[in-house]
């Protein structure tokens, strides 16, 4: 069997903490990161069925909606969330808050950190039960959760998440619906099974999801379609916005509000433009600024050794992965732009020759 061939990369006594407090509890929250991704969402659903088919009272609460453009994940939008959006979804705060305040342990997957959840975090910590965290993030808040479940050599969090499920005895819960749910996440983040993952672990993983008979091909060909505005928002960075720092190996460009309206951005429109720069010969790490409505988003990706997480950390109050990071810059844009300037040439000594 595949399974067997499957390497069990989580600590038995990990295991055996989790099993504990699941066992004990009946009513369980999900939680992820804010602005969920592919990885964050495919996660937290997969986690919840699979709770749901022990027997549990399992609710995933979001933080903010799912974008559209991850509409292709079943049960996506089936799910509460705690800062509706006016998205036309329907309005579950009170229904997150009253699953959060009931909550016997709480389940994070794909954060390191309280923070990372949004404004709902405050929520969830003032709620005393046990936290779990499945993650594939660097250096988890060890003071903030109970049992830690981390590894950073892993895709995604879906990839850690299936190893759990695995080694809880629990293989054969998965169904139809949680394999395309972990496929999902490990697509998504891997960038279509391009980054982080050259382990020949992820494609045992993907093996034995396969077993279920889910529509890969049509879940690659959903992951790309888009609407014509975001398509459109494309052409328009690429023409007229990207700015080439051919010094510092570098490229950015960023989104003022004016823009987003004029091209009628909608939450997930713009996710992962911030890759494409690094398809320019010679780019090494590219950077993406959008205008928010009190402060700057901002987004990094790097090829190579250069370290993205230590310029989100250093200058936007964020952090992430070497070759992916974000933070959040309070200021203008021009400001943020400027800063990412003097941030590449503090920086050089990592760029690749
Ligand atoms: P993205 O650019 O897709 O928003 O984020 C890429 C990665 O950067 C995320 O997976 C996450 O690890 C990290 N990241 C993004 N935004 C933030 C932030 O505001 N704070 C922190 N600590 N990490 C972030
Ligand atoms: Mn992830």
Redesign the pocket.
């Known amino acids: 069997m595949i399974q067997d061939a499957i390497e069990r990369i989580i600590s038995p006594e990990l295991i055996e903490q989790a099993r504990a407090i699941i066992d004990r509890s009946q009513k369980i929250v999900i939680t992820t990161?804010?602005?969920p991704?592919g990885?964050a969402v495919g996660s937290a659903l997969a986690l919840a069925n699979y709770l749901r088919k022990k027997g549990k009272q399992a609710n995933v609460v979001f933080n903010d909606t799912p974008g559209d453009n991850l509409r292709f994940i079943p049960g996506s939008r089936s799910e509460l969330v705690f800062d509706n959006q006016r998205d036309g979804t329907p309005d579950t705060h009170e229904q997150a808050i009253q699953a959060i305040h009931e909550a016997e342990c709480f389940i994070c997957t794909?954060?390191?950190?309280p923070?990372?959840m949004g404004d709902m975090h405050k929520e969830v910590m003032a709620n005393g039960a046990p936290k779990i965290i499945i993650d594939h993030?660097l250096e988890p808040d060890e003071a903030a959760f109970d049992v830690i479940i981390s590894h950073p050599e892993a895709s995604a969090a879906c990839e850690v998440l299936y190893t759990f499920i695995l080694q809880m005895g629990d293989d054969s819960l998965i169904d139809q619906q949680i394999a395309t749910q972990l496929y999902c996440g490990m697509m998504t983040?891997t960038g279509q099974f391009i980054y982080s993952s050259s382990r020949p672990q992820v494609y045992m993983i993907v093996a034995r999801l396969l077993q279920e008979g889910f529509d890969k091909e049509k879940l690659h060909r959903d992951l790309v379609l888009e609407p014509e505005r975001r398509t459109r928002l494309k052409g328009y960075v690429l023409q007229q916005k990207v700015q080439i720092l051919p010094a510092s190996k570098a490229a950015y460009f960023s989104l003022n509000k004016a823009e987003l309206k004029r091209f009628n951005h909608q939450k997930g429109d713009s996710?992962?433009f911030?890759n494409m720069p690094l398809d320019i010969y010679g780019i090494q790490v590219s950077a993406?600024f959008r205008e928010e409505k009190n402060f700057v988003?901002?987004?990094?990706?790097s090829k190579g050794e250069f370290p993205?997480?230590l310029v989100?950390?250093k200058f936007?109050?964020?952090?992430?992965?070497r070759n992916?990071?974000?933070?959040?810059f309070f200021g203008t844009l021009q400001q943020a732009e400027l800063l990412f300037v003097k941030a590449m040439q503090l920086f050089a000594n990592y760029l690749e020759k």
Do not use: I, P
Not at 110 to 113: E, F, G, K
Not at 316 to 321: D, I, L, S
């Open positions: 990161h804010m602005s991704d990885d794909d954060l390191n950190a923070t990372r993030h983040d996710e992962g911030v993406y988003k901002v987004s990094l990706r993205v997480n989100a950390q936007y109050n964020g952090g992430g992965h992916a990071a974000g933070g959040e």
